[in-house]
């Protein structure tokens, strides 16, 4: 199977385009909001959450029809699955809570049906929902086949404790890790030794420089030339004095050979053979004590290592500044996905992350070779993933599947989901960020577009998206209004439906752009999503042209200028304009010292000069 990136939700991709027994490694980080705190999930069982907590919680963890649904399949799948899901919900009711573990058994059974028979699958969730998620995963794979509760110290301590916090900090995740069978596949894996355990165990120190411990060359059995002698009877113990085997001989080796005149000590033989003892001894590997006795030196460079544990705290979170981070809220650092896919999978295995954000578990499989199919419900995690990939590899062969490629498929977009398709809309023509429609002033705002112009600076373009069935006047007037208090130079509205004639009116009385270094430009637009597909494109200046390679190409009315590229990277505010040495598009740059957002609040660069992020938008 090939690379490949699905927009859509998991679930569905998983029913319909995952084939069963394919899949080699399942990581999934899913969105869990547990800031909302216990009295949101538990809602239903009495407390009473205030306005904000209850917004914070997305559609797919509160009960509904499509939980209800979801909890049918689930009940369907077999006998455990069933029990467990039914006490739960007799327990937690129709809360937040049981609609976040239906929601997960329905994508858990999937998951497992994928899994080839050697598979294994690691779910990163964290302590609010960990204990559910465990008696789910033990009723769909079968509690024989859990394998380790990893815990991922994923932020230094808080120092919160003088601010009246009276609880301990919560600084780890959980990450589950079962497996399909009670075969899979296994890599060791070691870390380092730490300094304190250097510091005492391998104190001794060479002539070359290196640290080495003194290793023992006897053994309580001959480990190398055994020479024995008498046949002695059995020694007998109490026990044994009834056995059937009482008379048995056996033989009892002689007191061992001499080394260079040493013997070992009672009770005790060589552990190796006097060749292999004579190879240590020309490789220099001997030393002696006192009294003569030959010792082992274990080098500290030679040791693999401590073998892997569930306790890691190694593995340092994305932080402000860190140059991995792409301003992804809960990006997951690579070195995490990178252990457990080369502890859990062998180069050309096929890797699954079905809530894959920005792309770090396919940024890992793709570096070690494995193939991966990533699935995520936003478009902008998929653009984000399509850039972070060809900035990794820019010859990186991977298909995205479920971005509308017709007028039919971006009509099903908007049915299914208005911001992804408002989203999906102002990416097609080029916006270099994206907002969620949003309450207040800044309604209207679907996407902005930066573009250079000349002696006057720069010019910005905003986009706004309608994928209803009915438009009208009032949506060219609010652009217009919207376009005079940002003091941007140009609108454009896409709609599903053709515009009416007044519509068009309105637009055109809107005049040209005044100040302009690329001739005459509308002033404010309308373009239906079926021109788009048909190349009937708006008159737009030269945008800089997206570095992912795969949106369908918009063609522009002049060509691009050759200086815009640099002129995009200044936008941002950051600093850093190259990641893992390739330019960025601004719009996945972080905001330079900034500290990071919320667990669940997105930051989208809107690309003023000042860089500074004017909108907040909230993700799942
Ligand atoms: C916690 S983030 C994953 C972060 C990821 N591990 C990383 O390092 O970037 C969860 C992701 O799941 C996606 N998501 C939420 N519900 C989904 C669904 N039903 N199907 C597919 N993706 C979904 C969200 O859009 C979000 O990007």
Redesign the pocket.
Known sequence: MSNKL?F????E?LRDHIRAESVDLV?L????NSNAGYNVLFKDRGGRPTQAQAEAF?D?WTWGPSAERAFDDVIAANEDVSLVMRGLRSWLRESAMMAYIT?MAA?LIELRRALKKTGSLYL?CDPTASHYLKLVLDSVFGPKNFRSEIIWKRSSAHSDAKQGRKLHGHIHDVILFYTKSDQWTWNDIYTPYDEAYVNRDYRLIDEAGRRYRRGDLTAAKPGGDVEYAWRVKKPIGARERWTADIDEEYLKPKPDWEYKAVRPYKRRFWAYSKENMKQFAKEGRLRHTFDGMPEYKRYLDEMPGVPLQDLWTDVTPIIAGNQER?G??????LAL?ERIISASSNPGDLVL?????????IHAAHKSGRHWLG????H??ITLIEQRLKGFDERAAFAVQGRPASFADAEALAKRDKHQFQWWAAWFVGAQSYREEKRGADRGIDGSALFANGPYGHGRIIISVKGGENVGIGMVRELRAVIEREEAEMGLLITLVAPTQSMIAEATAAGFVKKSAHGRLPRLQIVTVADLFAGTLPHLPPLPEPLVGSRPRVVRNRKPDPRQRELMLTFAGNKTLKVDGAFVDPRYLSFGDQTMAAEDDLQLPLGDAGGKPKRRLA??
């Open positions: 699905y859509g939700d998991n679930l991709v990581y980080d899913p969105p869990f997305c797919t929601m994508r990163h792409l992804y809220p809960t990006q997951k650092p996905m992350d079905p809530f894959c954000g920005c792309g770090t578990t699935i995520d419900v936003t902008y995690a993700v799942q």
